[in-house]
Structures are given as C-alpha cells and as structure tokens.
C-alpha cells in the first residue's frame, strides 16, 4: 500500500557531510510526521529527527546543530542533511512516515540505508 524508499547514505569520514533522502509512494491521503531513525549496531533504534506536515522540527540532542531535516508535502519526500558526522553517528537510518489511507493511518518504514563515519 505504502513504500518509503532511501537514498543517500554511505562511507564519509567524519567532518564529512551526507544527505539522506526518502520518498513516500501508494495509496496515500496524507502523510502527518515524517521522520529518520537510527539504529547502531546493538543498540536499540532510536529517533534522530521528525518533521509534522506543518514543517515544526524536532531533533534528537546530539543532532541539533548538525542536522537539518525538511519536507516536500507536494512530492510526499523528507531530506535529512547531516553535516559534521561523528563516528558516533555510523548506523542504520531508517525512513518512517505516519500515513492516512482514506480513514486508517499507520505507522511505514522505509527499508533503511547504510550510514558509515570513519575516524
């Protein structure tokens, strides 16, 4: 019904800088949050910023400052630029979007991409 796919990541050295990108497609009425989550390896996953439809913001602590995330209502997609990367920061990142279809909404997930930072 939904499928949210990522784009972006990779290998940077740290101070590097990457961008993440996520497009949302299917039967959609509306999307309210978008949002990018993180999950290294045995740690559980954890939320790195989201944005409502609205565009108000919310980061995680150790993203402000360094991350910015924004939206294209229009084309249903939510860009995560991250610059002065930490390897602290090498994880999985993962796209979610809570997505109304006509009266139901529910919780999608995109299939994550590869974020890696060497020292």
């Known amino acids: 019904q939904v499928q949210l796919v990522e784009s972006g990541g990779g290998l940077v050295q740290a101070g590097g800088s990457l961008r993440l990108s996520c497009a949302a497609s299917?039967?959609?009425?509306?999307?309210?949050?978008m949002g990018w989550y993180r999950q290294a390896p045995g740690k559980q996953r954890e939320l790195v910023a989201d944005i409502t439809s609205g565009g108000t913001t919310n980061y995680e602590d150790s993203a402000k400052g360094r991350f910015t995330i924004s939206r294209d209502n229009a084309k249903n997609t939510v860009t995560l630029q991250m610059n002065s990367l930490k390897p602290e920061d090498t994880a999985v990142y993962y796209c979610n979007a809570n997505v109304r279809i006509r009266w139901r909404t529910g919780d999608y997930w995109g299939q994550g991409t590869q974020v890696t930072v060497s020292s």
């Open positions: 299917g039967s959609i009425s509306s999307i309210n949050a």
